[in-house]
């Protein structure tokens, strides 16, 4: 009987994958990620696709995306013979995107900083990335709003702000939120 119990368990687990995993069958995009870049580089759009064959944008006509937040890092690429760092933010929606903005960004600072203080829990749902014009041609926003609600996440910032550890904190929620890795039990100490 524990055989067939646990040939039970096995093909519904697969068959929950198969569920939640929703995948379409026939032509589709690639499962390489569409990179999506946050700057105000071009008067008609706050960010866009990059065609490097054409060596052109491809405006983004909309302000929000929406998916779930798969992965959060921070990559050293090399601009002008100088190194720079670049925040690369991983979404599952009707295909595999990243956003990426540079580092020392308000976006960036912006996005970073209220991934950190969401609950794990929001990782495992959608939510929606925004991009907002600033009052300068320069400045862009990032906000997250939960798709249900449209009740966006407030998360101000001060500075200084340890970066660093609010990095590894947002890293870490989406880890935990994806099971890559396990939550730590805190205890409490008594005296």
């Known amino acids: ?54 060596k052109e944008h ?14 959060l890092e921070i990559e050293e690429k090399e601009y002008k013979g100088k190194p720079e760092f670049k925040v690369n933010l991983h979404i599952k929606a009707d295909r595999n995107y990243v956003i990426q903005s540079g580092y020392e960004t308000l976006f960036a600072k912006g996005l970073i900083y209220t991934l950190a203080t969401l609950p794990v829990v929001c990782f495992s749902k959608p939510m929606t990335i925004a991009v907002e014009p600033g009052d300068t041609e320069q400045v862009l926003f990032s906000r997250i709003y939960n798709p249900v609600t449209g009740r966006a996440a407030y ?21 935990t939120a994806h099971g890559r890795v396990e939550p730590r039990v805190q205890l409490q100490q008594t005296a």
Not at 11 to 34: M, N
Request: charged content about 20%; proline content about 6%; glycine content about 4%.
């Open 1 to 54: 009987m524990d055989d067939n119990n646990d040939s039970n368990a096995y093909l519904q687990a697969i068959l929950q994958e198969l569920q939640a995993s929703k995948q379409q069958l026939g032509f589709g995009h690639s499962p390489k990620p569409r990179y999506i870049y946050a700057n105000r580089q071009y008067a008609e759009c706050l960010w866009y696709f990059w065609d490097g064959a054409k």
């Open 58 to 71: 491809e405006p983004i006509l909309f302000q929000a995306l929406t998916g779930i937040v798969e992965k």
């Open 155 to 175: 998360a101000p910032y001060n500075e200084p702000v340890n970066w660093q550890h609010t990095i590894a904190r947002a890293i870490s929620k989406i880890d």
